[in-house]
């Protein structure tokens, strides 16, 4: 199952439209939008973190193994 699989099934599962997730983890919808038709894939573990954090699950549920991203230094 790929990234955008995940991303979408989790989204489904929490009966939340791309919008409200959006709303939710501070990442922008067209980002979302782009991440599920699966046109982008996240470079930044960041956001992803946001966006596991809105869905209620864990970082590494939305991640496949070979999966790379940049972390932003703090």
């Known amino acids: 199952m790929s990234f955008a699989d995940r991303l979408r099934a989790a989204r489904k599962?929490?009966?939340?439209?791309?919008?409200?997730?959006?709303?939710?983890?501070?990442?922008?919808?067209?980002?979302?939008?782009?991440?599920?038709?699966?046109?982008?894939?996240?470079?930044?573990?960041?956001?992803?973190?946001?966006?596991?954090?809105?869905l209620g699950i864990s970082t590494t549920e939305l991640l496949d193994d070979g999966e790379i991203f940049v972390a932003e230094a703090g």
Do not use: F
């Open 13 to 54: 599962g929490k009966n939340l439209t791309q919008q409200e997730l959006a709303k939710e983890s501070g990442v922008a919808y067209r980002t979302l939008q782009n991440w599920e038709n699966g046109s982008r894939r996240p470079v930044n573990i960041t956001m992803v973190d946001k966006v596991a954090a809105a």
